[in-house]
């Protein structure tokens, strides 16, 4: 079992930054591939980034390229998700979550361990 704990999230205006953490305690978080999602209101929880377990391979949805980076540190039990020229579109409910694979997916559905979510909000 994998617990996961998400913090950072607040209000911004558009154009600014916030820097997402995802704690996970335990010995085995080095070994899992890790993601952030965001589901706004009304639509479906959609992939933001993925990082593998060494934090080697990195992949990001079109929207947030160049804007956002997602990094871990191991030794800290922590993956991060650094959110720069935030937009109103980015306003969600981030999710960070665990997989066990050696592929890391961008599909919700194929991930094992879930946090409970941190909001985000960028007001325009």
């Known amino acids: 079992q994998v617990q996961l704990v998400e913090s950072g999230g607040g209000l911004v205006q558009a154009g600014g930054s916030l820097r997402l953490s995802c704690a996970a305690p335990?010995?085995?978080?080095?070994?899992?591939?890790m993601g952030w999602f965001r589901q706004a209101p009304g639509k479906e929880r959609e992939f933001v980034a993925t990082?593998?377990?060494?934090?080697?391979?990195?992949y990001y949805a079109d929207s947030v390229k160049g804007r956002f980076t997602i990094s871990r540190d191991n030794a800290k039990n922590t993956v991060y998700l650094q959110m720069n020229s935030l937009k109103p579109e980015d306003t969600a409910v981030y999710y960070c979550?665990?997989?066990?694979?050696?592929?890391?997916?961008?599909?919700?559905?194929?991930?094992?361990?879930w946090g409970q979510g941190t909001q985000v909000t960028v007001s325009s």
């Open positions: 335990g010995r085995t978080f080095s070994t899992y591939g």
């Open positions: 979550a665990a997989n066990q694979g050696i592929v890391v997916p961008t599909t919700p559905s194929l991930y094992d361990y």
């Open positions: 990082i593998n377990w060494s934090g080697g391979r990195t």
